[in-house]
C-alpha cells in the first residue's frame, strides 16, 4: 500500500515536469523550423523581383508593431532604463537585427537556402572567437575539433553549391557569414544587459530599433512606389513577419525559460536539416550527399562546442 502511495505521489510529481519538458522541447523545434523557413520565403519572394531592401521593410512593417507592444508589456513594471542602457540596446538593435537581417537577405540572392542556413548555424563557434580575440579566452582541444568539424561541414557544402552555382556562391557566403559575425556580436554584447532587462524586453526593444533602421534604409535607396509588389510578395512577407520572426522568437524565449539554453539548443539541431528538406520540397533546390555529410559535420561540431563547459558558460 505504501509503496503504490509512493509510486502515485512519483508519477504526479513527475508527469507535470514531463509535460514541461515535452512543451519546451516542442516550442524550440517549432521555433527553430520557423527560423530556418525564413530563407525558403525570402527566396520564393525573390521569384517576383523584389529588391532586399524593400522585402526587408515589408517583413518589418508586419512584424514590427507586435515588437513595440512587447516592449510596453514587458517594461509595464520594471524600472526605466538607464541612458548607457539605451545606447547600449541601439548598438545591439543595429547589430543583431537590422545588419544582420540586410546581410543575411542580401546573401540570399546568390546562395542556397541550406547553405545559408549553416553559415547561420556558425554562431556559437563565432561567440567563442570573439571570446578568444577581445576576452582572452583560450581554446581547449575539444573547442578546437569543435571548430574543426563545424567548419569543414560548411566547406563541403560550399564546394558543392559552388560547382551547381558559380562564383556568385562566394559573395553570397560571404554576406550570410557577415549576417552571422553580426548576430554573434550582439549575443556577446547583450549577455550582461539580458540577465538585467529581461529577454523579451531587450529582444522587443532591439527589433523597434531595427525596425527604424529599416524603414530609414528604404526611404534612402527606394521610392515609396517600390512598395507596390505583385499580392504574393506581401502575403509571402506576412508569412516572413509573423511566423519566421514574431513567432519564432517568443517560442524560442519560452523554450529557454522552460528546459534552459542548452536544451534549446540542442533541439534547434532540427533547424539545417528542416532547411535542405524544405528548399528541396519549396524551391527544388538539390540534395546530395555532399550536402548531407557538410550538414552532419557542422551539427556534429556544434554539439561537440556545446558539451564544452567553458563554452557552455559563455553561451
Known sequence: MASTRALTSQLIVSNPARRVLVGGLALAIVGSVLFSAKAIVVKLAYRHGVDAATLIALRMAFSGPLFVVAYV????????????DHLRLIVVGLLGYYAASTFDFLGLQYISAALERLILYLNPTLVLLMSALFLGKRFSRRELAALALAYGGIVLVFQHDVSLEGEGVALGSALVFGSAVC????????????RRIGAIRLTSYAMCVST???????????????LRQPV??????????LLCTVLPVFATMLAVERIGAGSTSMASMVGPVSTIVLAYVFLGESFSAWQLAGTALVLVGVYVLSQSKPAAARA
Do not use: D
Request: charged share 5%; no cysteine; net charge positive.
Open 232 to 241: 504574393p510578395v506581401y502575403w509571402l512577407s506576412l508569412v516572413n513577419g
Open 183 to 194: 548576430y554573434a556580436a550582439y549575443l556577446v554584447i547583450s549577455g550582461e544587459l539580458v
Open 73 to 84: 508589456w514587458s517594461g509595464r513594471s520594471a524600472a526605466p532604463l538607464a541612458a548607457r
Open 212 to 226: 527604424l533602421a529599416v524603414f530609414v534604409q528604404f526611404i534612402v535607396l527606394n521610392p515609396l512606389g517600390a
